[in-house]
């Protein structure tokens, strides 16, 4: 064991230590990234990672604009400074190639990652944010005007530039105003005099902490509001030159994955495909490296601020802002949020909106900018009353129940009371002991057998929100008739007070004032008083009282929230539960609803957005350095994010029926629909197009199966191929289809538009030289095989694709690509042909198999791990063969030693060979393999013939495509119904054949044991239906393998210790099957009786009530037609009520035969009792699987499953019924590279360096998806991790609390890495002596962790040790035992008796019975983990040792208290009582307990163990050579790098990540 993390220690440092080849200038990292300026350090109450929150672009620019950009950008290269930035832009462009191309996913090859990215050249310095303030690139200065050809006509220049966004700044939150979506469109081309507004999406406006740090002057932060386009280019700022240094290159770690669903499609890249693509520019640089690059930074100034009515403040700026950020700030700032509409002077003169500070005149440190208010016009006056609407509504959380607007829920703060990081500096220190009421609440102690619900959402104290207004509405006397309009009336407003006052009030130019009409009069004179305002708050203000005072503590309270709390998600996330809520009347909401606003588009010149045209100038952004790179990539995730939301939204509108179909008069499933420049498709096979295939249900897995070739496809992002924006959304039982459209593609025939591909599934097919070169660039990554097939005609046709994909050059002139439904090739175990012969290890298990359609495809994940694991072979293979020519071996290496050969040729390999000689022999073979193949490759004369034939024979058996190198690819077209190869070709179909049948088998044989047995390590650990898909999805496996899965499963030796996988896999069979059934039983019900329908689907489902009745709604209670033909139901068919008649013995027969046709699997249950007995399932925990599986939103409250009188549902339990979305996630290259590389830093123990790289990827990460995302929580999670390790523990805090936020919001408030996020939050609570918060965390987690899986789950272990172990510290011992003992049994059961986890259990059960002086029942436990320390590790080990020391102390203590025991019955009350020594843990000694166990082991390092380090990685260097693809790791030494990459070695102390002891 030692001996592997010895090895994993010293895994990627070979090229840290002996780098070939460094980078020599510092600066070369100047571009992108700045010093911080000296004088800004952030300030203490903003958390930093808000600093990153930059709001996407919300408008894309089309190719007039971006021209004008670039002429912009090379008048500015002219200029001095900005040649060496572009000297060192190009430098780093070098070392930059590899991260280019595509979004990487987990890379397996860490050799094509050598020259990821560029490190952070100052090490010195801390997180203080490296990107800091990312300077906008003057190109994109004045953010476009209009005359500066934005206003263009045609629909391109409406997108003519990319609004602004905050920039990361450390001193404050640069949040989007308002919640996330830029709301600052208007800036696109309306003239600049115009104000700052808020946009219809936008929630509150409230970037609070930004307030009072803008305030405070020179240590306060960067303003916050809009930049420019944030180009990662220098902030100037004076500063010391650095020193040189050099800087090594990044390499990754071999197979650390971001956690995140789909991540792993991403991983196409390897060395070679990213030379294909283009992107590796020629290292012209490297000379120019050497040379120094300076660049000038200006540092921020202070200006005050005069704005009426409230005293003059200071606010802190940079040059690079706009006055625009400025007036952000204000419409944030609790004194100056009410104002929307003024503009800002200097001296007198009013400052453009668009200008960047430094272009203004007379404006330096000091100046006074006066706030001068404008008069309103009607949008202006629109814009207002929406923004006060959004500050009344900040605090409800009525938007993130109903799953609008992006916004969802999180109840951190609730654990916390409040925020961490302020108050918990501010409590006093000090261990708190006396006031922590320990007690948990029942339900949550071990052995509890209630799962209440209400839980789950908790009540926030905020959300009662402080009424200002019972109604705000506009006035039913809009819009003012024309003679009003004349005398400046631009709309009126209806207001009912507190107090019961009705009022109407006119927005006019001048401002706000109160009218005399009345609800049903007319009289738009001024009332007297009139109240003339500015701000509608100040009139309110002077009307109400109450509204005075509520308003000012709304915006108080407001601005003390967490930034992450209010924050827009990137997509919307729903919640399956929500408390009964009041619906209030809300004038915006209203608005909203009946106008087909999506986003902005009123505030767009040009109304609706052009997607395709959006989504196709985003890719085609440059993306030659850095900081273009990032914004493309920004740009990208935008109107992705963007084009999901609208897409969802066209969905739900189209089953709703509020869509006009684009064919009426046809069936209802055969129509098609175009809303807002989007085509929506159902997913029902309309004219037989899928007969073939399996009709209805192949259609409907289609769209899925063609989501992933877009994803596949946009991730190798070859330039000049491209995909429509495809999203699939579930809804009402309804599967639609939303694509963006292919310019031209409506006005002609499909027949005419194709010129690639098929579309009758290869009867007539075509092809297009233009298109095969583009494919041919994607065959690689794709390991797609280049074939012909035959036409009709009897033509030869070469395809580099399957058939189905079709090529359509649209109007554009665009190459797109479309139906790629089967890009990976087809899954044989579900494809039975006529003759063909499976594999024995398929026939086994009972494959083929038929399936309900012919369109199984393998998966990504499941092609990639089996081409890696031919090359493993074909290495072997050749390596041995090379043996046995051990003759040849001197010469041939002679010949060969032209340059192909590694850095330290044989000679070295031959002096380590004495030392190891297994291992070297081996890797010499490995190398002299990779050089000859690599020297065949070239087609170098000098090999001989026998190493030729060596080759070609390992290429031969591994099924290799070419003779000469390793090659495997597929073609998709094999076993598909209707395509034909020419005879020419028969040997090579056949070959491909049985390519297809080896990975059938090999999904078999190898991915589900290797997935059972990572189960059984504990390497995986899911814990509900999601993350089960997601660890299967990772190797490869379809869900419809589940039933296998589990059927291996029960074979396993060891059954016992996979009960936790066993019992997710059966509720996730049960709900699938039941999902399946409950689609089509929705498709049959109409929409009045929806909320009836679910109820009694659920009932069925899960009570216990044997005969519940449907409720029909009234009307239709004649009508009670028992139609049993599921087959033609029409979408609309009113007299549906076939859904009334299902009972729970029907639905749980379909259940079982559902799983056993689709999973294989035999479910030995009749109804849901049955099923929680026989499987030990919770009912509570199946409700929640299918909820989230059905998009259902049902009621928070108590649910009795187990009432036999009465149905556990009601109809006024199911709230809502959301979509169910899949989409494409872009992908952030760059910064995962960062992440990776920091990973792998930390791995080898660079812990500074790890750290320095993970906050670079985090800025960029924030650069790239705004402040929201996954992969920024898992950086912030492993970030605070190494700020714990290394001993920063208010800093590991405040990170931690910003990735359970963000994983509250973006991944729900209880999904498993939120759990988890829980348990690391509560250890740097702990650290920080915040020991009831810790308490209320751990408590929390163990709650959702009952809700989500149960009790019995090896990770409940861990959490109950943290429970046990803090309750000890604060002395509540009988407690403590509680969890504890609960702990050991679950270890011992998932662990086996034996394991070292159980022996430290046991030594944690003994120390508290010794705190409560029960001396026998300690011995007896420390007894049982001494015998396993002996046995596991010998009688030397030090752990034995400690233990047995313990032992005697234990018996000393023992035998002391016998002794007084006696002397007290001798002597009676006269006994001479010796003191005994009682003792209380001490923190430090809990703490210490507390890292053991959560995996944090300091193990100090001497200079000698450094020394034999450096060894032991010279040695092994020759193995990194010849490891490729990473696939020659020894199995154990992958599983330990597939673990999350977590600490392994600072300079003094190795962090080791194992929870064993």
């Known amino acids: 064991m030692g001996n592997s993390i010895f090895v994993n220690c010293c895994r990627h440092v070979t090229d840290l230590i002996f780098q070939t080849r460094s980078f020599s200038s510092p600066d070369e990292r100047s571009p992108l990234l700045p010093k911080p300026p000296t004088s800004r350090a952030g300030s203490p109450d903003v958390p930093e990672a808000s600093r990153g929150a930059v709001p996407y672009p919300d408008v894309i620019p089309s190719a007039a604009a971006v021209g004008s950009l670039q002429k912009r950008a090379e008048r500015i290269q002219d200029s001095p400074e900005a040649k060496g ?15 280019g191309g595509g979004a990487a996913g987990p890379p397996r090859r860490p050799g094509a990652s050598r020259a990821a990215a560029v490190l952070p050249a100052d090490l010195e310095e801390g997180p203080a944010g490296l990107l800091d303030r990312a300077a906008p690139l003057e190109a994109c200065q004045s953010h476009v005007k209009p005359e500066d050809g934005g206003s263009a006509a045609g629909p391109g220049a409406a997108r003519a530039v990319l609004p602004p966004g905050p920039r990361p700044g450390p001193g404050r939150c640069a949040e989007p105003a308002g919640g996330g979506r830029s709301p600052r469109v208007q800036q696109t081309v309306t003239p600049p005099g115009l104000c700052g507004e808020k946009a219809s999406g936008s929630r509150d406006a409230s970037a609070g902490a930004a307030q009072s740090d803008r305030a405070a002057g020179p240590g306060g932060g960067l303003s916050g509001g809009p930049s420019p386009v944030e180009l990662v280019l220098p902030c100037r700022q004076p500063q010391k030159r650095r020193k040189k240094r050099k800087l090594p290159p990044l390499e990754h770690p071999s197979g650390t994955a971001l956690m995140n669903g789909s991540a792993p499609h991403e991983s196409l890249r390897g060395e070679k495909d990213a030379r294909q693509n283009g992107h590796e520019e020629p290292d012209a640089g490297e000379d120019g490296n050497d040379q120094e690059v300076i660049v000038i930074q200006d540092t921020g100034f202070t200006v005050k601020i005069c704005a009426p009515g409230i005293e003059p403040f200071s606010l802190q700026v940079s040059p690079q802002e706009m006055v625009q950020e400025i007036h952000q700030v204000l419409m944030d700032r609790e004194d100056t949020c009410h104002r929307t509409c003024f503009s800002l002077q200097l001296d007198g003169n009013v400052l453009d909106n668009f200008a960047e500070l430094k272009t203004i005149e007379g404006l330096q440190e000091g100046s006074l900018l006066k706030v001068v208010e404008e008069p309103y016009t009607v949008r202006e006056a629109r814009i207002h009353v929406r923004h006060i609407r ?45 006031q922590i009421d320990c007690t948990p609440p029942e339900h949550i102690l071990p052995g509890s057998k209630e799962r209440p619900l209400c839980a789950l959402q908790p009540q926030n104290r905020d959300w009662k929100p402080l009424q200002c207004l019972k109604v705000l509405t506009m006035s039913g006397w809009n819009p003012p008739p024309g003679n009003r309009k004349m005398h400046g009336d631009l709309m009126y407003l209806y207001v009912i007070t507190v107090e019961d006052r009705h009022v109407s009030i006119t927005a006019s130019t001048r401002g706000f004032y109160l009218n005399q009409s009345t609800a049903y009069n007319f009289n738009p004179k001024p009332a007297n008083p009139s109240f003339l305002s500015h701000s509608l708050v100040e009139l309110l203000n002077q009307i109400s009282p109450t509204f005075k005072k509520n308003f000012s503590a709304l915006q108080k309270k407001r601005v003390q929230r967490h930034p992450f709390e209010r924050i827009a998600t ?124 399996g009709g209805d249900v192949a259609a409907y897995v289609a769209p899925t199966n063609d989501l992933n070739g877009v994803r596949t496809y946009n991730a190798v992002d070859v330039e000049g191929l491209y995909t429509l924006g495809t999203v699939v959304v579930d809804y009402r039982g309804y599967r639609v289809t939303a694509q963006s459209i292919i310019p031209g593609i409506l006005e002609r025939e499909q027949e005419q538009s194709v010129i690639y591909g098929s579309i009758d599934f290869g009867k007539t097919v075509v092809s297009h030289p233009k298109y095969l070169e583009l494919l041919e660039k994607t065959s690689r990554p794709l390991k797609i095989q280049k074939h012909k097939v035959l036409n009709d005609k009897n033509e030869e046709v070469e395809l580099c694709s399957s058939v189905e994909c079709k090529g359509i050059i649209g109007n554009d002139g665009r190459h797109y690509i479309l139906d790629l439904l089967r890009t990976f090739p087809p899954d044989l175990n579900f494809l039975p042909v006529e003759g063909e012969e499976m594999p024995e290890e398929c026939k086994k298990m009972g494959f083929p198999k038929q399936h309900r359609h012919k369109l199984c ?9 089996f081409v890696e694991h031919r090359y493993l072979l074909f290495m072997k293979l050749a390596a041995l063969q090379l043996m046995q020519q051990k003759a040849n071996k001197q010469e041939s290496s002679g010949a060969l030693e032209n340059g192909a050969s590694p850095e330290n040729g044989t000679a070295e390999s031959e002096k380590s060979e004495s030392d190891d000689g297994k291992i070297d022999d081996n890797v010499t073979g490995l190398d002299q393999v990779k050089e000859l193949a690599e020297t065949i490759a070239s087609d170098d004369g000098t090999v001989d013939p026998k190493s030729r034939e060596v080759i070609r024979n390992a290429c031969k058996a591994v099924g290799s495509i070419s003779d000469t190198s390793f090659d495997i690819r597929f073609n998709p077209d094999i076993f598909s119904p209707g395509v034909r190869f020419p005879e020419s070709s028969k040997e090579e179909v056949q070959d491909q054949k049985q390519l297809l049948k080896d990975a059938a088998a090999f999904l ?18 899911p814990m509900d239906g999601a993350t089960l898909a997601e660890a299967m999805h990772q190797r490869g496996i379809n869900m419809r393998y589940l039933g296998k899965v589990i059927n291996f499963i029960t074979k396993t030796p060891g059954r016992a210790q996979l009960d936790h996988i066993f019992k997710i896999g059966i509720s996730e069979l049960i709900t699938r099957s039941a999902k399946h059934i409950f689609k089509t039983y929705l498709q049959g019900v109409e929409l009045s009786g929806l909320s009836a329908a679910i109820s009694h689907f659920l009932n069925c489902f899960l009570s216990s009530f044997p005969n519940p009745i449907a409720h029909l709604p009234a009307d239709e209670l004649v009508s009670k037609k028992k139609n049993k033909k599921r087959k033609n139901r029409n979408l609309g068919n009113a007299d549906n009520t076939a859904w009334a008649s299902m009972t729970p ?32 399932l919770q009912k509570i925990t199946l409700l929640r699987e299918i909820s989230l599986k059905t998009g259902v939103q049902i009621l928070l409250k108590e649910y009795n499953f187990d009432n036999r009188h009465k149905p556990t549902f009601t109809e006024e339990d199911i709230l809502n019924i959301f979509p169910v979305v899949k989409h494409v996630n872009p992908k952030a290259s760059d910064a995962f590279h960062f992440f990776q590389s920091g990973q792998a830093k930390v791995q080898q123990g660079f812990l500074k360096e790890g750290c320095e790289l993970i906050n670079e990827a985090l800025n960029l990460f924030n650069n790239v998806y705004g402040a929201m995302h996954v992969e ?34 973006v991944l729900g408030i209880e999904h498993p890495n939120t759990i988890q996020e829980y348990m690391h939050l509560a250890l740097y609570c702990f650290a920080n002596s915040q020991l009831s918060t810790a308490l209320n965390l751990l408590y929390r987690a163990r709650y959702l962790m009952l809700l989500v899986f149960g009790e019995d789950h090896p990770e409940m272990a861990l959490l109950d040790n943290n429970i046990g172990l803090v309750l000890h510290g604060v002395m509540e011992y009988d407690l403590s035992l509680r969890f504890l003992e609960n702990a050991l049994a679950i270890s011992s059961k998932y662990h086996g008796s034996k394991s070292l986890k159980v022996a430290l259990s046991h030594h944690l059960v003994a120390r508290v019975y010794e705190s409560k002086a029960e001396f026998r029942s300690a011995l007896q436990h420390e007894k049982e983990g001494y015998t396993i320390y002996k046995n596991q590790l010998g009688e030397h080990h030090e752990k034995t040792k400690e233990s047995s020391e313990y032992l005697k102390y234990l018996t000393q203590q023992a035998v002391a208290l016998q002794r007084t025991m006696n002397e007290i019955y001798k002597n009676g009350s006269n006994a001479n009582i010796m003191p005994l020594k009682f003792t209380a843990p001490s923190m430090a000694s809990i703490l210490e307990q507390l890292n053991i166990i959560n995996g944090i082991l300091f193990i100090p390092l001497s200079q000698k163990d450094l020394e034999n380090l450096k060894a032991e990685v010279q040695r ?20 330990v790098e597939e673990k999350e990459a977590e600490p392994s070695m600072p300079s003094t102390a190795i962090p080791l990540t194992q929870s064993s002891a």
């Not at 399956?576 to 505030?603: F, I, K, N």
């Open 85 to 99: 930035e572009e000297a060192a832009v190009t430098a780093c462009d070098n070392s930059c190639w590899e991260a």
């Open 390 to 434: 959004d500050l009344l509504k900040s605090l409800d959380p009525s938007d993130a129940f109903n799953g609008v607007d992006c916004n969802s829920l999180s109840f951190l703060s609730v654990f916390t009371e409040g925020d961490l990081g302020d108050s918990g500096k501010r409590k006093k220190k000090g261990t708190e002991m006396e």
């Open 570 to 693: 990137p997509f919307q996330v729903y919640s399956w539960t929500a408390p009964q809520a009041e619906h209030a009347m809300d004038c915006v909401r209203a608005e909203d609803a009946y106008t087909s606003r999506l986003g902005y588009e009123e505030h767009i010149p040009g109304q609706t957005r052009d997607w395709n045209e959006e989504l196709q100038t985003t890719r085609e952004l440059p993306r030659k350095n850095l900081p273009e790179r990032l914004l493309r990539e920004r740009a990208i995730f935008k109107v992705h994010s963007d084009f999901t939301a609208a897409a969802t939204r066209g969905a739900m509108a189209v089953i709703d029926g509020n869509v006009m179909a684009i064919n009426p008069s046809e069936e209802t499933k055969m129509q098609m629909f175009i809303w807002n420049n989007i085509f929506f498709s159902l997913g029902f096979d309309v004219r037989d197009h899928y007969k073939d295939f």
């Open 857 to 865: 495809c393998l998966r990504q994940e499941l092609v990639d791990a």
């Open 1004 to 1021: 078999l044989s190898c991915q589900i044991p290797g997935l059972v047995k990572d189960c059984l390590d504990h390497t995986v650990l």
């Open 1145 to 1176: 013995q029907e639905l749980w027969k379909n259940i079982c035969s559902e799983a056993k046709n689709y999973f294989d699997f035999s479910l030995e249950c009749e109804n849901a009792d049955q099923a929680a007995e026989v499987y030990n």
């Open 1272 to 1305: 920024i929580c898992a950086c912030l999670r492993l970030l605070a991790r190494l700020n714990y390790i290394m001993g920063d523990y208010s800093e590991a805090l405040s990170n931690q609390q910003k990735a359970v936020l963000m994983s509250e919001r």
């Open 1516 to 1535: 092994r260097q020759q193995l990194q050579e010849s490891i490729k693809s990473g696939e020659q790791l020894e199995p154990e030494d992958k599983a």
